[in-house]
């Protein structure tokens, strides 16, 4: 009893300086709420998030930071689906790329997935939902960062925290061991699809020299996963503590890497582990070894034959049994190389700081006391009044200070709208019963001289706003006609399913949903100049903007939670929006335009997006884009002009002179 009371006093002294300089580091941020939020993905399953999710606990609670956990969609876990808020949280950490924001609070992406994972699984719906995040934390690869920096921008990758898989206690400090013995723990998924397991050969010759303490699930599928090992030991739990106990028993552990991990510079959770746990690390050639640890471990590269890596490794064991101190000095250095720079308290102080900043930035743009800046026109389509009613209202109380609200609705429900809307709310009735879906511009007319914001965008009554992040990308439009907004589909699959997948802001126009019309801000004068464009929806108007020659801006932070789940079941109630055809007048000056364009390059940024610039608004201008557009032939600018009328309503004679002008400029 005197020895564990000795070696948890030692534990305790090692761990107090990472413990008590993250705590103070993160009392000092201003007006912090001291609880953080984690998702946890599978609740019901026991999986290797669930540890990782007790060890960010551990380390909170260690640096006086309350932590609530929430299911996949945001929701407080415990709670009648309510969604977590900027008031509950200073920020919430995603541990897996499935989940996309969905709430209104700082996100932290926490990016431990090899790139081949998003391959594997779906690149374009997972790194899309992974994008939807505000900051991103990483273990250090390169090749994350890269591609952090290629889809958001420099300005967002410059300002990524450390936050790797490791933890903050226990921490066991090192021993010598009468017998060195070599760990190692998995769930051997090679053996469920019939294939050999990447170090199937190892582990079983280190078996029958009976070196080997193995632990996983005993069974899944009616597969018995270990079966034939002497060293098998059962499963243990995911509770972010007993495995390290398991570590430190056995003297020496083996952090073999697969080939995707290696790939992408990530280090999985093994390593950090058996750093905790004061044992040996046997790992192979993962350069992250050598960079965190230097040349305190025993190197054993997956390239070599099978029984040269036994032999190495049951050389190393013999040699420690001989000489107990080289072990005790191995596994000192490698712990001290975890107290200095892995520790997970002082991580989290990081993480903690990167939210910090990224909250203040948006906090100072919008400050609610500051004038509205940006007219929401609501078109309410939703079925249950109830139901509108409490959208409206509750965006009306969320935008105070920062949006101003108008909602156009059917004459004959004018009198219940006005006395059941917020006060702030201004009420607009349709000139007629409303049997169909107006487009944006309809709704503009209607509003008319209600409007005084600089910026305007039009919602359908299914949309949650964001309001900070939408207002801070009103602000950092200024100047441009058109921003797009990154925003978040709710919808369902056949079988009733709900999903919450990311969109970009400039995203292809085309693969955008019809109904995510509040995804963009428009500038109020700029609408004001084209009235006579009546009809026209708001992804022609987007082009518009392009064929004026004009900057469409992107801002991808996430604004806006778009519901089409309900929506699509009601539309039956509602006409599509009129199609009438452009009159000669606007036509004319559109053509005109357009001819300018063909060399300018405006046309491309319309078909190509692209974010080039190192701030958080990312211009798509012509500029951006001058050197494809030098190496375009003649006839290629032809087809893409011509592509971009067709997304415009035309007469029958506009078609018919285009296809006279191709006739006769040649272009088949």
Not at 297 to 307: G, K, M, N, T
Not at 511 to 525: K, N, P, Y
Not at 554 to 563: E, K, L, N, R, S
Not at 645 to 659: A, D, E, G, H, R
Request: proline fraction near 5%; include cysteine.
């Amino acid at each position: 009893m005197e020895a564990a009371d000795h070696t948890a006093s030692d534990a305790t002294a090692a761990t107090s300086g990472p413990v008590t300089e993250a705590k103070q580091a993160i009392a000092s941020l201003p007006g912090i709420k001291g609880t953080i939020a984690v998702i946890r993905m599978w609740p019901e399953q026991a999986c290797a998030e669930h540890e990782c999710v007790e060890r960010i606990r551990t380390a909170a609670e260690l640096v006086g930071v309350r932590v609530i956990e929430l299911d996949k969609f945001g929701h407080i876990v415990g709670t009648p689906r309510q969604r977590v808020a900027r008031e509950d949280v200073d920020f919430v950490i995603h541990l897996h790329y499935e989940t996309a924001k969905t709430y209104d609070a700082v996100s932290v992406a926490a990016m431990w997935n090899p790139t081949q994972f998003y391959f594997d699984w779906g690149f374009d719906r997972h790194w899309s939902n992974q994008m939807s995040h505000d900051v991103y934390a990483y273990t250090g690869s390169p090749e994350i960062k890269k591609l952090v920096r290629a889809s958001r921008g420099d300005f967002v990758a410059a300002d990524m925290p450390l936050l790797n898989h490791t933890l903050a206690d226990p921490i066991i400090p090192p021993r010598v061991h009468d017998e060195y013995r070599v760990f190692y723990c998995g769930i051997n998924w090679e053996k469920l699809t019939n294939k050999p397991a990447r170090h199937d050969a190892v582990l079983r010759e280190l078996d029958k020299q009976g070196v080997l303490d193995v632990y996983g699930p005993t069974e899944i599928r009616g597969v018995k996963l270990w079966d034939g090992y002497k060293g098998y030991h059962g499963s243990l739990p995911f509770d972010g503590r007993t495995i390290i106990g398991k570590i430190a028993d056995a003297g020496a552990c083996l952090v073999f890497s697969s080939e995707a991990h290696i790939n992408s510079g990530i280090m999985s959770s093994r390593l950090f582990e058996a750093m905790a746990a004061g044992a040996v690390v046997i790992g192979d050639e993962h350069p992250f070894l050598s960079a965190a640890i230097g040349d305190n471990y025993i190197r054993v590269p997956s390239s070599l034959p099978a029984e040269e890596r036994v032999k190495r490794i049951m050389e190393a064991l013999e040699r420690f049994g001989r000489d107990p101190q080289e072990a005790l000095a191995l596994a000192s250095a490698s712990q001290q190389r975890l107290l200095e720079s892995y520790h997970l308290c002082t991580q989290l102080a990081n993480v903690y700081a990167a939210a910090h900043r990224f909250s203040e930035r948006s906090r100072a743009l919008t400050l609610p006391s500051a004038e509205p800046v940006v007219d929401l026109i609501v078109q309410p389509l939703y079925g249950d009044a109830n139901i509108v009613l409490q959208r409206v209202n509750g965006l009306a109380k969320s935008c105070q200070g920062r949006a101003r609200i108008t909602a156009i609705v059917d004459p004959k429900l004018r009198e219940w709208f006005e006395g059941s809307l917020d006060a702030a709310v201004q009420v607009v009735p349709l000139p007629d019963a409303q049997t169909r879906i107006l487009d944006p511009m309809e709704c503009f007319e209607l509003a008319g001289n209600r409007l005084t914001c600089p910026k305007v965008a039009f919602l359908l009554g299914i949309e949650e706003v964001f309001p900070e992040t939408f207002a801070a990308a009103c602000i950092e439009a200024q100047g441009h006609p058109v921003a797009r907004v990154g925003h978040i589909l709710r919808h369902r699959d056949k079988t009733g399913n709900v999903f919450y997948d990311y969109f970009r802001g400039a995203g292809d126009l085309n693969t955008l949903h019809e109904t995510a019309s509040g995804c963009v801000i428009f500038d109020r004068d700029w609408l004001a100049n084209r009235v006579p464009l009546r009809t026209i929806s708001w992804k022609d108007l987007c082009r518009m903007a392009v064929l004026d020659r004009q900057t469409v801006v992107d801002c991808p932070t996430t604004a806006i939670v778009i519901d089409i789940t309900d929506y699509e079941q009601i539309l039956y109630r509602f006409a599509p929006p009129r199609a009438v055809p452009l009159d000669i007048e606007t036509m004319t000056r559109l053509s005109g335009n357009v001819q300018e364009s063909i060399s300018s390059g405006a046309i491309v940024a319309a078909c190509r997006p692209a974010a080039v610039t190192a701030d958080p608004v990312r211009g798509l201008s012509a500029e951006n884009l001058i050197e494809t557009v030098h190496a375009m032939d003649q006839e290629k600018r032809w087809r893409i002009m011509l592509d971009l009328y067709k997304s415009i309503p035309m007469p029958l004679w506009v078609n018919q002179f285009v296809t006279f002008v191709r006739t006769r400029a040649g272009i088949r």
